[in-house]
């Protein structure tokens, strides 16, 4: 069952969304303005007025909308789908809206996360070289990146991090499903691999916060195969180096559940992994690896507060992010909002 909440914005047919509007926040009526990019918000006329909670927009758009409403007081917020719905993605979604504690959010459509790009139709492509996709960091390895390639528009700057999906060798998992029976086995070992993962950050993840460094314009992705635990410990450092939440951070990680199509990897899955689909344990055994449980992200914060004590002291000490790092991430990444934290 799906516990993470709506999100403010939810599409509900082609053209028609569901905007969930924040009664707190604004207590009146809103202006609602929509456009193709954030960029022409502010030069649009609002669509239109609304003192509802919930507001059905239809709209004729055929790029993805990005939409501004507006309190009778002027106070702002911007918003736009978190999905992009790609017919061959897999967990590709917009990281914009997330609020930081300097009274700031992250930029929509500036920063991405997914897993791999192997399936995309002509059709996604059209729609992904639409984002303004300039830099990718990749966390794949070498074989996981000629099994799943793809041939991506707009030529894109491409990062080379790879991260073993697994401990010890490159065929970790393998090994580990043909010498156990029982899937919590495997879960112990996916608590493992997410502290391996953060604990060996320096290594890691170096290469991802100098790919964020350089961006000079467009957009950024993060991705791996499925886009949920190398990407996602990725993000997660990412978004408490822009003074998001831990609260918030583990939301974002466990939006996988969602957005990874679970049932549509399982083939690929089993091919990588030499499982036999017709055999009750492979489902058993391969459960783990598909489906995202708080307890990873916990055991990825927990490690940082129990060695560092903070975040902060963990993105000085381990991924060397100085003060004039932390500020170009957060000018580059985030804008100012309009309400007091």
């Not at 809206?97 to 920063?111: C, F, H, M, P, V």
């Not at 996360?113 to 995309?120: F, P």
């Not at 055994?285 to 902060?312: A, K, M």
Request: glycine fraction near 6%.
């Amino acid at each position: 069952m799906d516990t993470l909440g709506k999100e403010p914005l939810e599409l509900k047919a082609p053209g028609q969304y569901e905007i969930h509007v924040n009664k707190k926040r604004f207590p009146g009526e809103v202006q609602i303005f929509v456009a193709d990019s954030t960029e022409y918000l502010n030069s649009k006329e609002p669509l239109l007025s609304s003192s509802a909670e919930k507001v059905l927009v239809e709209i004729g758009l055929s790029d993805r909308p990005y939409f501004k409403l507006v309190s009778e007081s002027g106070e702002h917020v911007f918003l736009a789908e978190r999905a992009i719905r790609f017919e061959g993605g897999v967990n590709f979604r917009d990281l914009g809206g997330y609020e930081t504690s300097d009274n700031r959010a992250i930029r929509w459509g500036k920063l991405y996360r997914s897993g791999h790009l192997s399936n995309l139709t002509e059709n996604d492509k059209v729609n992904f070289e639409s984002l303004q996709i300039r830099v990718i960091c990749d966390f794949r390895v070498d074989d996981e990146r000629a099994k799943e390639s793809a041939q991506l528009p707009g030529n894109p700057l491409f990062f080379g991090s790879p991260i073993m999906p697994g401990l010890g060798h490159d065929r970790y998992f393998h090994d580990l499903f043909r010498s156990v029976a029982d899937a919590r086995e495997v879960i112990e070992a996916m608590h493992k691999l997410m502290i391996n993962l953060v604990s060996n950050a320096d290594s890691n993840y170096l290469n991802l916060f100098e790919a964020l460094l350089s961006l000079k314009d467009g957009s950024f992705l993060m991705n791996c195969s499925a886009g949920k635990e190398r990407t996602g410990v990725g993000v997660a450092l990412l978004m408490l180096a822009l003074g998001v939440s831990k609260e918030e951070v583990k939301r974002d990680f466990l939006l996988s559940k969602r957005y990874f199509p679970y049932e549509k990897e399982l083939d690929r899955i089993y091919e990588k992994y030499e499982l036999d689909p017709e055999n009750p344990k492979s489902r058993a055994l391969i459960e783990p690896l598909l489906v995202t449980r708080e307890s990873y992200i916990d055991c990825v914060l927990g490690y940082i507060l129990t060695n560092f004590g903070t975040f902060e002291r963990f993105l000085v000490e381990k991924l060397q992010l100085d003060d004039h790092s932390i500020e170009q991430l957060r000018n580059t990444y985030t804008i100012p909002i309009s309400f007091s934290a």
